[in-house]
């Protein structure tokens, strides 16, 4: 499809199909922040994946003849399972589909809906997956690309190389059995095997259920504190009770006494009730379903700062490429803007209810001799960060310069729009030439994707 451009937005292509009444299609508004039936969605450079609360229907939205891709996760009807969160993790040469469900659960499948990796992670209903990746700077000396999972009152970090190599066994050995000719069954059973994936978890509930939250980078150890190997990152959480919440996540289990009741006490707990149950009901035959899966005892997360201020709370979160800066928005219609190094407040938007916001890249300057050179290729310094605001009250999309940067555009769109951006890519932090963050509109009513200019007059 030829691209079109309106000025302030370009065509890219259009998701219009039958497939998508399932998710409320038809209906004005279906797609809106704000619509009675959630609808959760994850954009790539070439695909759209959108969720309700049992499927996921991947699309693609470059070219209208790829073949649509439905996947029905295997959920749990007796407790109400429901998909609650999807993400792309995209590498090199390997893309696939994760998802989060109420029960704790961590899927991945491909993109022919061949289930991979299924893992607990903890209790409870996952909220956001986020994928990010830092590089090396002046503050830290190394790089870390990571898979956040977010559930109420707890964080939970995947390395981002440990999924790589998960995923990169599973499709050799998915290409080796193809050739020998083995049965789907085979195929099937890998995806449910018991290779659990490493990970980190962290109780952050110190200040109440968080809603949203992100591990922003990692930072320096604690003044008077040994050196060591491990790492610590710094958490932001938002929630009802704190509008903002900071943490040092450590990776040491050993002093957290959260994670030494649940290793040490519960398995003790139960195993007692166990065997007291075996005494009464000696004649009941021994279950023969799969056990529940041993959940990963917690670290340690050391309290740095809180802004309680009532009524007021935290409804969405989003970073910044580097981590150093989160938009914030509340309940009042406000959107703070955090420095996550100070971990102070440093700008804030006022009559912006129910917004959604993305960080972007635009060009500046053109007048220059440099930038206006057809050999040259705009790099990093050729951008300035900026902050996408989609206030679906006022039908308006404004575009904020970072940090103190007046208006630099404003969007009339429709009602029924949603503002996305297309996921972290593995291994994007050496990228050449530079891949700038962009912005995208996806209108529901007209199935129209478009993206955000990225030049500034």
């Known amino acids: 499809m030829s691209k079109r451009s309106h000025h302030h937005l370009t065509e890219l292509g259009c998701i219009a199909c039958e497939d998508l009444t399932e998710f409320g299609a038809g209906k004005e508004g279906w797609l809106a922040p704000d619509a009675g039936t959630t609808v959760l969605c994850a954009l790539d450079a070439h695909s759209l994946a959108i969720a309700n609360r049992?499927?996921?229907?991947?699309?693609?939205?470059?070219?209208?003849?790829?073949?649509?891709?439905?996947?029905?996760?295997?959920?749990?009807?007796?407790?109400?399972?429901?998909?609650?969160?999807?993400?792309?993790?995209?590498?090199?040469?390997?893309?696939?589909?994760?998802?989060?469900?109420?029960?704790?659960?961590?899927?991945?499948y491909s993109l022919r809906g061949d289930l991979i990796h299924r893992q607990m992670v903890y209790h409870g209903q996952i909220i956001k997956l986020r994928v990010r990746g830092t590089k090396k700077?002046?503050?830290?000396?190394?790089?870390?690309?990571?898979?956040?999972?977010?559930?109420?009152?707890?964080?939970?970090?995947?390395?981002?190389?440990?999924?790589?190599?998960?995923?990169?066994?599973w499709f050799q050995e998915t290409h080796s059995r193809f050739w020998d000719e083995k049965s789907n069954k085979d195929l099937e059973d890998d995806g449910n095997s018991d290779n659990r994936l490493p990970y980190q978890i962290w109780n952050v509930n110190k200040y109440g259920s968080c809603v949203d939250a992100a591990i922003t980078g990692i930072m320096p150890p604690p003044l008077m504190e040994l050196q060591s190997s491990q790492r610590y990152y710094c958490a932001v959480t938002i929630g009802d009770d704190a509008v903002i919440s900071a943490f040092r996540l450590s990776?040491?289990?050993?002093?957290?006494?959260?994670?030494?009741?649940?290793?040490?006490?519960?398995?003790?707990?139960?195993?007692?009730?166990?065997?007291?149950?075996?005494?009464?009901?000696?004649?009941?035959?021994?279950?023969?379903?799969?056990?529940?899966?041993?959940?990963?005892?917690?670290?340690?997360?050391?309290?740095?700062?809180?802004?309680?201020?009532?009524?007021?709370?935290?409804?969405?979160?989003?970073?910044?490429?580097?981590?150093?800066?989160?938009?914030?928005?509340?309940?009042?219609?406000?959107?703070?803007?955090?420095?996550?190094r100070a971990l102070v407040v440093v700008?804030?938007?006022?009559?912006?209810?129910?917004?959604?916001?993305?960080?972007?890249?635009?060009?500046?300057?053109?007048?220059?001799?440099?930038?206006?050179?057809?050999?040259?290729?705009?790099?990093?310094?050729?951008?300035?960060?900026?902050?996408?605001?989609?206030?679906?009250?006022?039908?308006?999309?404004?575009?904020?310069?970072?940090?103190?940067?007046p208006r630099v555009l404003a969007i009339q769109c429709a009602k029924g729009c949603r503002l996305l951006q297309p996921t972290y890519r593995?291994?994007?932090?050496?990228?050449?030439?530079?891949v700038p963050l962009e912005v995208f509109l996806l209108n529901g009513d007209s199935g129209q994707l478009s993206v955000l200019n990225r030049f500034l007059n």
């Not at 229907?57 to 969160?85: F, Y």
């Not at 700077?137 to 998960?166: N, T």
């Not at 040491?252 to 009730?273: A, E, H, N, Q, W």
Request: some cysteine.
């Open 54 to 108: 049992s499927v996921v229907l991947i699309i693609g939205w470059s070219d209208s003849d790829e073949p649509r891709v439905k996947i029905r996760p295997e959920l749990s009807p007796i407790e109400a399972e429901r998909i609650t969160a999807i993400e792309w993790l995209v590498f090199d040469d390997i893309k696939v589909i994760a998802i989060g469900t109420s029960r704790g659960f961590l899927l991945m």
């Open 137 to 169: 700077d002046l503050m830290q000396d190394i790089s870390s690309e990571d898979v956040c999972v977010v559930m109420p009152g707890v964080i939970a970090r995947f390395d981002g190389s440990d999924i790589r190599s998960m995923l990169q066994r």
């Open 251 to 340: 990776e040491d289990r050993k002093r957290s006494l959260v994670g030494v009741i649940l290793s040490k006490v519960m398995p003790v707990t139960f195993s007692t009730i166990a065997s007291f149950s075996k005494m009464i009901w000696r004649s009941e035959p021994t279950p023969t379903s799969k056990p529940e899966e041993k959940l990963q005892s917690f670290a340690r997360a050391s309290s740095l700062t809180c802004l309680k201020d009532y009524p007021r709370k935290g409804e969405k979160l989003t970073l910044s490429p580097s981590g150093t800066l989160a938009a914030i928005t509340d309940s009042l219609g406000r959107i703070l803007l955090l420095d996550t």
């Open 347 to 405: 700008r804030i938007w006022k009559g912006y209810r129910d917004a959604n916001c993305f960080f972007m890249e635009m060009l500046v300057n053109r007048d220059d001799k440099r930038a206006s050179s057809s050999y040259h290729v705009p790099g990093k310094s050729d951008y300035c960060l900026c902050l996408a605001i989609h206030a679906p009250r006022k039908g308006i999309i404004e575009v904020w310069q970072m940090r103190t940067g």
């Open 426 to 434: 593995f291994g994007s932090l050496s990228d050449s030439p530079y």
